[in-house]
T-cell receptor, first 115, second 115 residues
Framework: AAGVIQSPRHLIKEKRETATLKCYPI?????VYWYQQGPGQDPQFLIS???????DKGSIPDRFSAQQFSDYHSELNMSSLELGDSALYFC??????????????FGEGSWLTVV | AQKITQTQPGMFVQEKEAVTLDCTYD???????LFWYKQPSSGEMIFLIY??????QNATEGRYSLNFQKARKSTNLVISASQLGDSAMYFC????????????FGSGTKLNVKP
């Protein structure tokens, strides 16, 4: 079965550079969530999208932006990178209306290291 | 933001014994789902089990079961016959039917299974 695809899996950037992470949700999933998990931290909700519109915003820095495209894939853009942005970035997808427990799946995450 | 509390930051359990992980939450939705995820040291977020707020029976999935106390807004994950591979972080997350775009995690419980 198709899963949530995140790319790249690993990324190394220098301070003040820009990074873009991509998320391809499971087919027919219209809701995408992004999370940031620093070393030893719990996942922090960044932002979510439903039907290509931003639907909720969490602790996303102003240096970050995200969008969901017509094919439902989503991209997280991070600019002016700081050392503290080094983290595991998760994307998850689900269909909106279905609350069945097997319908929120996570990608394997993208490891961002800022040096 | 929703408030999710996992009061046990770390727990130890002997292999083959059962362990209970606690989670309390605060949601304004009358209809919601409760999700538990496992995150091993490799980083991926693995869906374990789900409980719907109107499910009459407590959810079970293999060695995982939930003790759902709706009035207390509490859910306990019970892992029976612990295995060494169960050593991981465990997160709970509620998701409302109408606030489906909000999917936040608790701070997690780190479970260590001792041989």
């Amino acid at each position: 079965a198709a899963g949530v695809i995140q790319s790249p899996r690993h990324l190394i950037k220098e301070k003040r550079e820009t990074a873009t992470l991509k998320c391809y949700p499971i087919p027919r999933h219209d809701t995408v969530y992004w999370y940031q998990q620093g070393p030893g931290q719990d996942p922090q909700f960044l932002i979510s999208f439903y039907e290509k519109m931003q639907s909720d915003k969490g602790s996303i820095p102003d240096r970050f932006s995200a969008q969901q495209f017509s094919d439902y894939h989503s991209e997280l853009n991070m600019s002016s990178l700081e050392l503290g942005d080094s983290a595991l970035y998760f994307c998850a997808s689900s269909p909106r209306r279905d609350l069945a427990g097997n319908t929120i799946y996570f990608g394997e995450g993208s490891w961002l290291t800022v040096v | 933001a929703q408030k999710i509390t996992q009061t046990q930051p770390g727990m130890f359990v002997q292999e083959k014994e059962a362990v209970t992980l606690d989670c309390t939450y605060d949601t304004s939705d009358q209809s919601y789902g409760l999700f538990w995820y496992k995150q091993p040291s490799s980083g991926e977020m693995i869906f374990l089990i789900y409980q719907g707020s109107y499910d009459e029976q407590n959810a079970t999935e293999g060695r995982y079961s939930l003790n759902f106390q709706k009035a207390r807004k509490s859910t306990n994950l019970v892992i029976s016959a612990s295995q060494l591979g169960d050593s991981a972080m465990y997160f709970c997350a509620p998701r409302g039917r109408y606030n489906f775009n909000k999917f936040y995690f608790g701070s997690g419980t780190k479970l260590n299974v001792k041989p």
